[in-house]
């Protein structure tokens, strides 16, 4: 271990780290990579052998001086136990500095992020199965194309802990993907977008502020899943995006513990259908 190696990960590193999650059954998007590296370039590290090879792997992303988000947290299973996994976490946390930190815990390691100072928030339960394309579209319903690109934008900040214009801007633009925004009066009052995976395809972001925006959002994103399996990652605390996945056909399939380190942020989740991603908040 005193020659391995820490730096940020290159985009073909990072490929390394995405296909490690797949092998993990975590089944991140076909291009999650690119888009990924818009929210913080320098927000992915890894541990290196002498032979430059990929030993560990995190991301700490920061979003402006409040708030970073770890996840991708990924020991190659031939060298777990030996140290490398623990070393890249300290430096990782260091990158985040003074930051609150959140992460997405799966269950057998909630406990190992409580020793290190994380307290639990809530669950995010994920749901998956068919979904079916509900009719035509909601005449609210429409593709965010120009000015309405900073509308949502605007709207997605008042639902994150922290900065993330950029990576929205690619998240809801990016290949292997659809976005869609729902417009009322002009305004923004909720967007979605859904992605291609290993396995179907992922809603995240579901942002909407109220049950029949977030269905009617979900309805146009089916379309793009042609009947194929959709999973969708609402947090427990709210009551309506259980019975919305629930409705709609979906099943519990997985769950999460939201923890941060550092003062909890503060946000409603009443207007939170689905989680982004689990690797990046």
């Not at 992922?202 to 049950?211: E, Q, R, S, Y």
Request: proline share 9%; with cysteine.
């Amino acid at each position: 271990m005193p020659d391995a190696l820490i730096r940020p990960l290159t985009a073909d590193d990072l490929d390394q780290a995405v296909a490690w999650a797949a092998a993990e059954g975590w089944n991140p998007g076909l291009a999650d990579a690119p888009v990924f590296r818009a929210a913080d370039p320098d927000g992915f590290l890894g541990v290196f052998l002498p032979d430059d090879s990929l030993a560990a792997s995190i991301s700490v992303v920061r979003y402006g001086d409040r708030f970073g988000f770890l996840g991708f947290y990924i020991v190659r299973p031939d060298l777990r136990g030996r140290g490398y996994g623990w070393r890249l976490w300290q430096a990782g946390m260091a990158h985040l500095g003074e930051r609150t930190v959140g992460l997405d815990g799966v269950v057998a390691q909630q406990d190992a992020y409580r020793r290190s100072g994380f307290v639990f928030a809530h669950r995010n339960v994920r749901f998956g199965g068919p979904l079916p394309v509900a009719g035509p579209r909601h005449p609210a319903v429409m593709a965010p194309e120009g000015a309405l690109v900073d509308a949502v934008v605007a709207y997605d900040a008042a639902l994150f802990p922290g900065p993330r214009a950029e990576f929205v801007r690619s998240w809801v633009a990016g290949p292997s993907r659809r976005a869609l925004a729902y417009v009322e009066g002009g305004a923004v009052r909720g967007y979605g977008v859904i992605r291609s995976c290993r396995e179907g395809a992922k809603i995240g972001p579901l942002f909407a502020d109220t049950p029949a925006i977030a269905a009617a959002l979900a309805s146009g994103l089916a379309g793009v899943a042609a009947g194929g399996p959709v999973f969708l990652d609402p947090p427990e605390p709210n009551a309506a995006a259980l019975a919305l996945a629930a409705g709609l056909g979906l099943q519990p399939v997985f769950e999460t513990a939201r923890m941060y380190k550092g003062p909890p942020p503060s946000l409603d989740l009443s207007r939170i259908y689905g989680i982004t991603t689990f690797e990046l908040g």
